[in-house]
């Protein structure tokens, strides 16, 4: 691996990006094209890998629900929005992810690179309402934003990265 932590024999067909941590300009591979920025060794993802993830959370959450109705007598199917919410929030404070995350080797992190905090993660998925609310517009601006951002993810000062081979989200 070169300096930047890529194989030499992938940057023929590199553009040039700039790091986070020294603001320099390096090759990136082709295989990360179209994404902006570097956050620290991880690439910012945008919609298709996001949508992924939810339709593995949404079958793991809709399980459950099902699950809890048929044996444990408690029907929140009615208010879905709760459970969801809920399962994003806990998620996302434990571990920065969901279990759709982990399966495709995404993480949310901070702009800024500080740790993510409750508040944060709260306004996150308060502010996801507005980008589903509004035709789901809001998500598919992760598609063609430069920093890969959805506006909940501008909102809250987030953006959601593949974290590098061999880093374990569990």
């Known amino acids: ?11 023929d067909a590199a553009k040039s990006v700039r790091t ?11 295989e990360f094209a179209g994404a902006s920025e570097s956050i620290g060794d991880s690439i910012p993802v945008g919609f298709g890998s996001r949508f992924l993830a939810l339709l593995i959370d949404f079958v793991v959450v809709v399980f459950c629900l099902v699950a809890l109705e048929a044996f444990g007598g408690l029907d929140l199917m009615d208010n879905f929005l709760l459970p969801w919410l809920g399962y994003h929030l806990v998620f996302w404070m434990w571990r920065g992810t969901t279990l759709g995350g982990i399966a495709l080797g995404l993480k949310i992190e901070r702009m800024n690179g500080e740790e993510l905090t409750f508040g944060v993660v709260l306004v996150r998925a308060l502010a996801s309402i507005i980008s589903f609310v509004c035709l789901g517009f809001g998500f598919f ?13 501008k909102i809250a000062g987030t953006v959601i990265v593949r974290v590098p081979k061999g880093v374990s989200l569990i």
Not at 141 to 153: C, E, L, M
């Open 20 to 30: 986070a941590e020294t603001n320099e300009f390096v090759e990136e591979p082709a």
């Open 1 to 11: 691996p070169d300096e930047a932590g890529f194989q030499s024999a992938t940057l």
């Open 141 to 153: 601006w992760a598609s063609w934003d430069a920093d890969r951002q959805s506006w909940h993810d």
